[in-house]
């Protein structure tokens, strides 16, 4: 059974950094890739850094380049995102998905609906950015 378990969320202020966790357990070796997303309120899914398993590339959409960092511990299953200058734009309960589909490789990261086909999903963390 494959378990994603994300942590480390909370309340940040502006130009804050913050850094999330997400444990993965059970996922076999076929899979295509892991991504970061995030949902704000009112809006659907959206790709923030995702992660190739066939080259461990990672791709980073526009809105959060120079400021998202993904980074992983492969001894303890565990993939980070670490974020800085952080922006109330940046609010969002975020998510760590992983997929065995084709469209899981990592430079779809930023496609509109690209979740959709990511098979299996942490229970989210919110983080909210605000003075």
């Known amino acids: 059974q494959v378990q994603l378990a994300e942590s480390g969320g909370g309340l940040v202020q502006p130009g804050g950094s913050l850094s999330l966790s997400c444990v993965v357990s059970?996922?076999?070796?076929?899979?295509?890739?892991i991504g970061w997303f995030r949902q704000a309120p009112g809006k659907q899914h959206e790709g923030v850094a995702c992660?190739?398993?066939?080259?461990?590339?990672?791709y980073y959409v526009d809105s959060v380049k120079g400021r998202f960092t993904v980074s992983r511990d492969d001894a303890k299953s565990t993939i980070f995102l670490h974020m800085t200058s952080l922006k109330p734009e940046d609010t969002a309960v975020y998510y760590c998905?992983?997929?065995?589909?084709?469209?899981?490789?990592?430079?779809?990261?930023?496609?509109?609906?690209?979740?959709?086909?990511?098979?299996?999903w942490g229970q989210g963390t919110q983080v909210t950015v605000s003075s």
């Open positions: 992660v190739s398993n066939s080259d461990t590339s990672t």
């Open positions: 998905a992983a997929s065995k589909r084709q469209a899981g490789q990592g430079h779809l990261c930023g496609l509109s609906g690209i979740h959709r086909y990511y098979d299996y």
């Open positions: 059970g996922l076999t070796s076929d899979y295509t890739g």
